[in-house]
């Protein structure tokens, strides 16, 4: 049996829809990614939406147009996708790691004060897996403080804090579709916000700075004159044949999420006989979406002595595991011990260690909507048979 780590959902209405733009010779961002957006505006409560050719370039035009300026400081996860750090330092801005809570793998809220400084304009939270940040006390701070809140939900669509959508609650949030995602455009991603400033000013960056989007203008009574062009933008615009993908997906993103959850519970308690992996922990009042089931391998470990020999057992597990057809991945990895931002700022695992810890030992196990009782079954077993002291 071969099961992947992940698996997109399609069916015939992506079929169709694609058929569908093509027949129309629109494939650029068009109707259907204003249908898209309006869908998530639905969906998320969210006033703006703004799809995007990825998340990356979501959370870069998150950044220019909440005004983050070259020098300052921008606060993040140490244990995130590497493109959180990347859009800081895409703006010139210098990125400021934050260790995280190794339960929740997500920033540490009580770290998070003594990083902020007068030169603080932003905390990134990420929403990583599928579970929200802890916003509450983040918000608190960036009332306290004034700095700017950009959430990185690229992973979170449908997870919720508190009853709220994870990416409502900063002053921007960003979305990714990417097929590891729980719904997926192909690439794309999705940029909300509650400004209306915010959203004009994004909207223009998206398509080379320019005054109206070329649907607008074709819609409009002089279509073939130029609009006016008063940004330095860039074209971050996802196309029509994306954001057709994206309107179906959307259709089926409660009932995706619902059988992740029944899946993720059923992991769950398969791994209440294995004392050597932890399952993701869900704090109250959060829905955690299951973008990734993510475990802890050898959870009781807490400190960095021995985590090269474990890293190594972790890794040999890996691989037997995908000798027998079950594909796993580390949850994601410590940003601050890549090459660039290692190199570049001298950073060490010990300067945030929890972070560079989950790095070495999480372990991600294959989750996707359309997985059977039996395939999971058998991961359970793989899991059984392959772990060695
Ligand atoms: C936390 C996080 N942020 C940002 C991204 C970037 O998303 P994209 O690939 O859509 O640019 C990812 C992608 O996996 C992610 O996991």
């Known amino acids: 049996m071969k099961i992947p780590i992940s698996k997109p959902w ?11 733009v093509i027949e129309s010779g629109w494939v650029v961002q068009g109707p259907k990614v204003s249908a898209f957006e309006h869908k998530f505006c639905g969906y998320s409560g969210s006033s703006f939406a703004l799809a995007t050719s990825s998340c990356t370039t979501a959370l870069h035009l998150a950044l220019l147009s909440l005004g983050m300026a070259p020098g300052s400081e921008v606060v993040v996860p140490a244990f995130t996708w590497v493109a959180t750090a990347n859009v800081v330092e895409m703006i010139g801005a210098h990125p400021v790691f934050v260790d ?3 339960k929740t793998y997500n920033m540490d809220v009580k770290l998070l004060e003594k990083a902020i400084t007068p030169k603080t304009q932003a905390v990134i939270p990420v929403s990583l897996f599928g579970l929200s940040a802890d916003m509450g006390p983040i918000l608190d701070l960036a009332r306290k403080h004034g700095f700017k809140v950009i959430e990185d939900a690229a992973c ?3 997870s919720l804090y508190q009853g709220h959508h994870a990416g409502t609650l900063g ?13 997926t455009t ?10 209306n400033a915010v959203s004009d000013v994004a909207r223009s960056l998206r398509d080379h700075g320019a005054s109206i989007t070329d649907l607008s203008r074709h819609l409009g009574a002089r279509p073939y004159l130029l609009p006016e062009f008063n940004h330095l933008g860039y074209n971050y615009r996802m196309t029509d044949l994306q954001g057709a993908l994206g309107v179906i997906q959307m259709e089926r ?9 029944t899946l993720a519970r059923r992991y769950d308690d398969a791994l209440k006989e294995f004392s050597w992996l932890s399952p993701p922990f869900v704090p109250d009042g959060y829905r955690h979406a299951y973008q990734a ?3 802890r391998f050898l959870p009781e470990t807490v400190s960095l002595d ?6 190594a057992k972790r890794n040999a597990l890996m691989d037997r595991l995908e000798a027998v057809g079950v594909s796993t991945r580390p949850g994601t990895h410590a940003v601050h011990m890549l090459g660039y931002y290692r190199n570049k700022y001298g950073l060490k695992p010990v300067d945030f260690p929890q972070a560079y810890l989950a790095d070495q030992l999480t372990l991600t196990l294959p989750l996707y909507a359309q997985m059977t009782e039996q395939e999971q079954g058998y991961v359970i077993a793989a899991l059984e048979a392959n772990y060695e002291i």
Do not use: W
């Open 293 to 295: 089931y993510v475990c």
């Open 171 to 183: 002053d921007a949030g960003c979305f990714s579709f990417h097929p590891r995602k729980s719904i």
């Open 186 to 195: 192909g690439e794309g991603g999705m940029l909300i916000t509650g400004s």
């Open 253 to 261: 993103l409660e009932q995706i999420i619902e059988r992740r959850i």
């Open 100 to 102: 995280i809570d190794p």
């Open 10 to 20: 399609f069916g015939e209405e992506e079929k169709q829809i694609i058929a569908e």
């Open 306 to 311: 021995h985590v090269a020999e474990q890293n």
């Open 156 to 158: 979170a669509l449908g």
